[in-house]
T-cell receptor
Framework: NAGVMQNPRHLVRRRGQEARLRCSPM?????VYWYRQLPEEGLKFMVY????????ESGMPKERFSAEFPKEGPSILRIQQVVRGDSAAYFC?????????????FGQGTRLTVV | SQQGEEDPQALSIQEGENATMNCSYK?????LQWYRQNSGRGLVHLIL?????REKHSGRLRVTLDTSKKSSSLLITASRAADTASYFC???????????FGTGTRLTVIP
């Protein structure tokens, strides 16, 4: 059973370009979470999705950021018109149910560098 | 902030010694989880402790939870160089959909 798969592992974008980060949850997991981590800091929650639904996007910046988890395929975190401040590690996690009684399983992250 | 706050921020010990990390939080939780992160890697889940539990063990790890003080501790016994990593506590708040992470404790175990 493969773990949470994120790709790419490293992504370099110029200012103003779009960044697309992909996350395939563990098999059987229908809950996906996206987190952002700045250097030397903890993880900051961005968005929580279930299949075809955004459940909680309270941590998402209001502009330029969007996320989806379609019926088929991976979850996508999209950042439009990237700026230097978007440089960070973006982690995806999945769980089989909500987090009341289970842990989140994390991917290895995508390190975005905006130049 | 509703995040857990770890203490100390950094800890350096000799191999074989025990390492204790603490976490404090502010609001009622459903559970508290400890994760480990090696430099540049993803997070690995260590232990989940529910709000009605006081202590849990897993191998060389021991976690305690005191909901009256809103605090938790992670004890790593007989540390090894391979334990060198950052350790984060994460709280699942009552009614929340996600985990709130603290800023972490960076543990260095010197061989």
């Amino acid at each position: 059973n493969a773990g949470v798969m994120q790709n790419p592992r490293h992504l370099v974008r110029r200012r103003g370009q779009e960044a697309r980060l992909r996350c395939s949850p563990m098999k059987g997991h229908s809950h996906v979470y996206w987190y952002r981590q700045l250097p030397e800091e903890g993880l900051k929650f961005m968005v929580y999705l279930q299949k075809e639904n955004i459940i909680d996007e309270s941590g998402m910046p209001k502009e330029r950021f969007s996320a989806e988890f379609p019926k088929e395929g991976p979850s996508i975190l999209r950042i439009q018109q990237v700026v230097r401040g978007d440089s960070a590690a973006y982690f995806c996690a999945s769980s089989p149910t909500g987090l009341e009684n289970t842990e989140a399983f994390f991917g290895q992250g995508t390190r975005l560098t905006v130049v | 902030s509703q995040q857990g706050e770890e203490d100390p921020q950094a800890l350096s010990i000799q191999e074989g010694e025990n390492a204790t990390m603490n976490c404090s939080y502010k609001t009622s939780i459903n559970n508290l989880q400890w994760y480990r992160q090696n430099s540049g890697r993803g997070l690995v889940h260590l232990i989940l402790i529910r709000s009605n539990e006081r202590e849990k063990h897993s191998g060389r790890l021991r976690v305690t939870l005191d909901t009256s003080k809103k605090s938790s501790s992670l004890l790593i016994t007989a540390s090894r160089a391979a334990d060198t990593a950052s350790y984060f506590c994460a709280t699942r708040l009552v009614g929340a959909n996600n985990l709130f992470f603290g800023t972490g404790t960076r543990l260095t175990v010197i061989p």
